[in-house]
């Protein structure tokens, strides 16, 4: 069975760094494209990154560029997001997902097909 499991979440303070890490059954590695998503309480979940397996193209929600990185390590089958400066406003379960996502739908939940369990990150001021 394809899976995808999360970690590296916590209790950070305003401004602090965390380094997500998703790592997949062979099966799901072997997909196309990963990405992380994310969901605060009470809102919908919304796009955070993405990467291809192959290749150097990566994507990210305008709020975060500059202070997110989304990386992969095929041999470990294993895709990161290090995240700086976080904010208050980006406490969230992330999600890491797979899939084979057409150019218009890799920033949409739609577009992947495996989801992981999630990993809290809860940012206080």
């Known amino acids: 069975q394809v899976q995808l499991v999360e970690s590296g979440g916590g209790t950070v303070l305003t401004g602090a760094s965390l380094n997500l890490s998703c790592t997949a059954s062979?099966?799901?590695?072997?997909?196309?494209?990963l990405a992380w998503f994310r969901q605060a309480p009470g809102k919908e979940r919304e796009f955070v990154a993405t990467?291809?397996?192959?290749?150097?193209?990566?994507w990210y929600r305008d709020s975060v560029k500059g202070r997110f990185t989304v990386s992969r390590d095929n041999p470990k089958n294993t895709v990161y997001l290090q995240m700086n400066s976080l904010t208050p406003e980006e406490t969230a379960s992330y999600y890491c997902?797979?899939?084979?996502?057409?150019?218009?739908?890799?920033?949409?939940?739609?577009?992947?097909?495996?989801w992981g369990q999630g990993t809290q990150v809860t940012v206080s001021s």
């Open positions: 062979k099966e799901a590695y072997n997909s196309y494209q």
């Open positions: 997902a797979d899939g084979n996502p057409i150019l218009s739908s890799q920033r949409t939940e739609g577009g992947y097909r495996v």
């Open positions: 990467l291809k397996r192959h290749g150097t193209n990566t």
